[in-house]
């Protein structure tokens, strides 16, 4: 019988009053893939923070190939031969990919010498992965850089693996030959945890699934004999329904014309090129693309926070370009852009979720103080009908889990009934349960009549929810296609660039 | 590998209740007296007179009290404005200068026109500190916008030009050709003098309403809450819609106008001299710095705070004129008990446990988890 690569017995983790894990068992054998499965704030990183040393779990034991450790630093953790992928990659941007692989190993003595393309080159083949040593970091596509990442953690000679939401970025193409690395490495007995919400990869990929629910490791499946129903509800606790409705309304005129838009960043590069699109009322248009096509500055400039450099915005066919957003605000336009950080803009952090609701109309009170009676009923109200897990409502947005800000940044842009929503990530990392309400209320919104943009990740959802997907590909849109009759590898292609055979 | 565990463990604590909270600074407080009551007891002072001097220093006749409450309250106005910048996160360490400035403007004011009515020449004096206060912050606010210069390096280095003016009028315009070779400025005309309430000038009266004052703005008003916003995010005040640079402005402008006014209120309250001279902060404003955080950017905590440092402060000169100890003395015993309350700020924020007999501990948090 195998050794376990990695054992968990009784993990327990609190954070003051909260308990991020209790009593976890997880195990994690040599040549397998382990998915980890949770919902958002079950505990999942709070997990792996422990294994890569960020964190030291208050009870329970670490096993590493059977021997009882401590971890206690990420140095610790590395000489135990694992490696972490991060979601946000940690590389140098102007360094070469051999420089950065290079870099974090402790057996280099010199690190710039003329031979180092060569050893990279030579280590990448002896894995089986493909990356071209010389190429800088900031030249590389996002799937690039994760390759160089893992290669990264692999030349220090981790045979452990944990990835987490590594396919968030990725392309379904890209994706599948991450999977294909991810296998190879499973052959060569690797241990490899992926952390993903998406459960068609699960099944795609994995070979056990550990499922938390509320920091408590709940079961642990053969994914060969499960399916993604009972693990969604292994997951929620109780069944659930998975499909996603389109309902159909009969609205009709057109809310927002963008025509001809150009629009460049703060550095005065380009951002969008020409881009013309119309957005119909009860219409939801979904925004595919790679990550950084344009996606933000799509937003920012319906919004008014980034000028127009070239083109026009029309809102019911008055121009929007000149107003300040506050402007763009009243004549009911509004933006929840969920960044990466989820925090970055949209909700002030520090203060309480009464006080983020009043973000946008606190000024619209009469005399110079602020009304906190209508908001705190408007806190109440978002927290109930979105679920929000919160001590309170008077209780800092920062000290709440990921998934929870989201809804309270979605609660309050859709409360205040705009008639252009535009949503960027609006399920990013949300778990499924908090997913396929969010659906919901964008459904709502389109049958009242809003337009809805509709920024998104995961192509399957994106093809089942909008109407019609528009795709971005460097700031160009490369296809605007019907997303009843569309593929997801067509939208693939686009992504990529490939040219837009339909147009609707 | 196997390691033993590190023995200690900080983590963070759940937050306090405020009762819990009070009672752990006043654990502080005692903390601090006793540790250097300590170290007056080592540097072999009678530590009985000690601390008779401390409590007769500021307590002892309406004199002493009168100079303990003079001693608080440039403090407590100057805290008050830098609480107002730091509350938007804007780093304003030039509340020196702008102190300073405050008292030029209204001793300007005040040579100008000495024969205004007495009214009419205090609330003009009053309004020039505050506008030359605050004409010096938003001069750094101004850059900060446009150009994004960096406000502590610019808001520090007026201090100095600051003080280097009133140099300059002291020994040029303004000079006091009554005073012979000695350079000085002339003591302001009584007609431009603070009036008195209760033994001692108005300023008090002001300091409090402006502590009342600065809570409302804070919590309940919109422009409070707009330094709120640009305090946690810049860019999500953008998104709401907010005037980002005109919000800055703004509060630096308030921030640094208090602080003049504090100079004006010095210069014309202050019983012994009403006189501008090189000295009228006297590090006021970087003290003011401390109060501020130490208050956690409350005003009634500043006010609790400053009390505190007046206290210390008029307690130190009693000692060292009382006792025939040196200025040196009395500073390591100010930082001693500084050193001690910041250091119970610590553990006040995060619970340090010690890990002994990890493995035994570990079964007992496991049982709990498990019921």
Redesign the interface.
Known sequence: MQKEAIRLTGITKTFGSVVANRNVHLEVRRGEILALLGENGSGKTTLMNMLSGIYRPDSGSIEINGVPVVIQSPEDSKRLGIGMIHQHFKLVEVMSAADNILLGSNQEKKILSASRFEKVKAFCEEIGMEVDPKKKIYDMAVSEKQTVEIIKVLYQGADILILDEPTAVLTPQETERLFDILRKMREKGAAIIIITHKLNEVMAVSDRVTILRKGESVATVETAKTTIKELTELMVGHAVSLSIDRPDNDHTGTLLNVHHLSVCDEHGVERLKDVSFDLNSGEILGVAGVAGSGQKELCEAIAGLLPIHKGAILFKKENIEGKSPREIIKIGIGMSFIPEDRLGMGLAASLSITDNMILKNYHRSKGPLVNRKKAAKQAQSVVERYQVSTPSIHTAVRKLSGGNVQKVLLGREIDAAPSVLITAYAVRGLDIHSSYMIYDEINKQKQNGVGVLFVGEDLDVMLELCDRVLVLCHGEITGIVDAKTTTKETLGLLMTGAEGEAKA | ??????II?I????PLSNWKMATYYGLAILCAVLISSLFVILTGTDIVKFYQFVIDGSFKSDLSMRGLVRNILPLLITSLGVAVAFKMKFWNIGAEGQLIMGAVGATFVAFTFPNLPHGLLILLMALAGILAGGIWGLLVAFFNCKFGTNETLLTLMLNYVALYIVQWLRDGPWRDPAAKGFQKIPSLPKNAWLDQVGGIDITWIIALGLVVLLFVYFK??????EI??V???K?????????VNGIVMRTVFISAAICGLAGMLHVSGDATTHQLTMGVANGVGFTAIIVAWLAKLNPFGVLVVSFFFGLLEKSSGAIESGLHLSKAFTDVYQGIILFVILGFDFFIRYRVSLRLGSKKK??E??GE??Q
Do not use: F, I
């Not at chain 2, 590998?1 to 590190?6: G, H, I, L, T, Y």
């Open positions: 590998m196997k390691k033993r565990e590190s463990h983590s963070k604590r759940p309940y008003t919109k422009q409070g809450y709120s916003v305090g946690d995010s860019g999500t005040a953008h998104y709401a819609g907010m005037n570990n079964k948090l496991k988890a498990e």
